[in-house]
């Protein structure tokens, strides 16, 4: 049958034209693939895909690789899924282009890091679809992130002393504990709220990381032992290890924004907006830095990957460090 709609662009590209607007087909002229599209084109009805988009993540969501990665990791992923779901669900995984991934991320380039999150999460897919001999390739490779805009990159501010000293005399008591975590622990703060009683042997913290699932032994200072041994005795009971050392009033798990509510309130309060919890982590680098600890050894309590952000914010510490010094001899 004749297909009257069908329109070839001068570069060799099939369209259908349609009611003034040109839709392309992306299929090899000739092929069933071809004529399928042309119908759901033309009639606006489009069949789901044996081998979907949902299809190929409901079996990631299966594999052994799945279940192996990090919590934090798998929420991120699921994010772009339920993106991937929504816009191509029922689309077969054979025909994405990586002219198609760059479309998704310009569409979201109004929040940059999950439209930079997407071609990570279509490579994983992609991986099993080759596997699975659904695809040939994997469209995700060597596609450039988007950059955040210079106007809306905001660098953390470390906190001062005179901050540091002002949460510690008049933050509330659950504000303090959640500070004296994020400062002690030099840890994501991700990573806080999963704090157990169970990890807490009177002098130290374990926990997995979740961004690196990396196993860490953490001895707490003097402040962060104090604040948990008070929240611990306000209890009046044991806690079961498993109890979250950060809860809520009806004593559930604080999760990560509850806990920023919580210090957003303290910090209004205290004039303290200029310096979030995320700084809380290099406060503690620098605090690391300024006892006399190495690169090496502020990663081996952080967990740094990268010694990228050690080297700029230890930097920062060890040049207010020896200005201090300079200035007592100057005197």
């Not at 895909?49 to 594999?63: F, P």
Request: with cysteine; net charge positive.
């Amino acid at each position: 049958m004749k297909k009257k709609y069908l329109w070839q662009h001068p570069n060799g590209r099939w369209y259908v034209r349609l009611k003034g607007k040109y839709w392309p087909i992306a299929a090899e002229a000739g092929t069933a693939d071809f004529d399928r599209q042309y119908w759901e084109i033309l009639t606006g009805k489009k069949a789901e895909a044996k081998r979907s988009w949902a299809a190929l993540i409901a079996a990631l969501r299966k594999t052994d690789k799945w279940a192996d990665l990090s919590p934090r990791y798998r929420a991120d992923l699921e994010k772009s899924f339920a993106y991937i779901e929504e816009k191509i669900g029922k689309a077969d995984v054979s025909r994405l282009t990586q002219a198609d991934i760059y479309d998704a991320m310009e569409a979201n380039k109004h929040r940059v890091r999950f439209a930079n999150y997407l071609p990570t999460a279509i490579s994983m897919l992609s991986k099993l679809a080759i596997r699975k001999r659904w695809r040939l390739d994997n469209p995700a490779i060597d596609i450039e992130p988007l950059r955040v805009p210079k106007a809306k990159k905001k660098e953390h501010v470390p906190w001062p002393d005179w901050a540091v000293d002002l949460m510690r005399a008049d933050g509330c008591a659950e504000a303090r504990l959640i500070f004296e975590i994020g400062v002690g622990s030099v840890q994501r703060p991700g990573d806080w709220v999963d704090f157990t009683w169970g990890d807490y042997d009177g002098e130290s913290l374990r926990l997995r990381q979740n961004k690196t699932d990396k196993a860490l032994w953490l001895p707490c200072t003097d402040h962060l032992k104090a604040a948990l041994d008070e929240a611990k005795a306000k209890l009046n009971f044991a806690p079961h290890p498993s109890r979250h050392i950060l809860t809520r009033a009806d004593g559930s798990a604080m999760d990560y924004h509850a806990m920023a509510r919580v210090m957003i309130r303290e910090r209004k309060k205290l004039g303290l907006m200029a310096f979030d919890q995320h700084a809380l982590r290099y406060r503690g680098v620098m605090e690391l830095a300024w006892a006399g600890c190495d690169d090496d050894e502020i990663a081996s309590y952080s967990g740094h990957t990268s010694k990228q952000m050690i080297i700029k914010y230890a930097g920062e510490a060890r040049q207010i460090m020896r200005a201090r010094q300079a200035a007592a001899k100057r005197k």
